[in-house]
C-alpha cells in the first residue's frame, strides 16, 4: 500500500479564499482523522471519522471548517474563506480500529500558507 | 476529555546517551499509550506503545514504562544516535489528543 496520500503538498492562498485539501486512507482502515499542527498549538485533532461518519468534530475550529468523507477511500477538509492564522501544516491519519491496534498512518501532510 | 501533558520540551544529549520523555494522563479509562516520532517534513511516525496491562515494553534501544497508579509514562531511548534526532510526541488513547511534542536533539 503507499500509505495514505494527502493532495496538494503545499498550497500558498489569499486571505478569503476557499481551500480544499483531500487524502486517500489507507484501504481497509476504517478511521480517519484530520490534525493540524502549528509551533504554538502543537498537534491539534479537528475530527475524526468512523465508517465515513463524522464522530467528533469539537477540534474544528470554527464554521469557516468543514470536513467530509463521501466514501471509505477519500476525505476533504475545506476552509471557507480562509485566515492568515489557518496557516498551518495539515495531517491526515488513518487507523484501523479503536479498541485494537490503533496505531495512526499519518500522511507527510499539506502545508498551507494564507497571505 | 483526556488531557496529556509531555516534558521536556526539549531535550538535547550526547551521542550514546540515554534520554527519558515523560507523559501524565489524567483520564483513569486510558488503555493504551502510544509513541510517536516525527522526522522534519514528515508526518508523526508509531515508534513504540504499550496497553494498560504491561508495566513495560522494550523493543531494541526504545522502552515505554507505564505507571497506571500515578497515570504517567515514559519513553526511554538509550545508546541514542544522531538519527534519533526528532520531535517525540505521546498520546493516552481515550481522547486521541497527543501531547506537545518533545524536540529531543543528540549531539555527535
Known amino acids: 500500500d503507499a500509505g495514505v496520500i494527502q493532495s496538494p503538498r503545499h498550497e500558498v492562498t489569499e486571505m478569503g479564499q476557499e481551500v480544499t485539501l483531500r487524502c486517500k486512507p489507507i484501504?481497509?482502515?476504517?478511521?480517519l482523522f484530520w490534525y493540524r499542527q502549528t509551533m504554538m498549538r502543537g498537534l491539534e485533532l479537528l475530527i475524526y471519522?468512523?465508517?465515513?461518519?463524522?464522530i467528533d468534530d469539537s477540534g474544528m475550529p470554527e464554521d469557516r471548517f468543514s470536513a467530509k468523507m463521501p466514501n471509505a477511500s477519500f476525505s476533504t477538509l475545506k476552509i471557507q474563506p480562509s485566515e492568515p492564522r489557518d496557516s498551518a501544516v495539515y495531517f491526515c491519519?488513518?487507523?484501523w480500529g479503536m479498541g485494537g491496534t490503533y496505531e495512526q498512518y499519518f500522511g507527510p501532510g499539506t502545508r498551507l500558507t494564507v497571505t | 476529555g483526556e488531557n496529556v501533558e509531555q516534558h521536556p520540551s526539549t531535550l538535547s544529549v550526547q551521542e550514546g546517551d540515554s534520554a527519558v520523555i515523560k507523559c501524565t494522563y489524567s483520564?483513569?479509562?486510558?488503555?493504551?499509550f502510544p509513541w510517536y516520532k516525527q522526522e522534519l517534513g514528515k508526518g508523526p511516525q508509531l515508534i513504540i506503545d504499550?496497553?494498560?496491562?504491561?508495566g513495560e515494553k522494550k523493543d531494541q534501544r526504545i522502552a515505554v514504562t507505564l505507571n497506571k497508579t500515578a497515570k504517567h509514562f515514559s519513553l526511554h531511548i538509550t545508546e541514542t544516535q544522531p538519527e534519533d534526532s526528532a520531535v517525540y510526541f505521546c498520546?493516552?488513547?481515550?481522547?486521541?489528543?497527543f501531547g506537545a511534542g518533545t524536540r529531543l536533539t543528540v549531539k555527535p
Open positions: 483520564d483513569s479509562a486510558s488503555n493504551y
Open positions: 504499550i496497553r494498560s496491562n504491561v
Open positions: 471519522f468512523n465508517n465515513n461518519v463524522p
Open positions: 484501504s481497509g482502515h476504517d478511521y
Open positions: 491519519a488513518s487507523s
Open positions: 498520546a493516552a488513547s481515550n481522547d486521541m489528543r
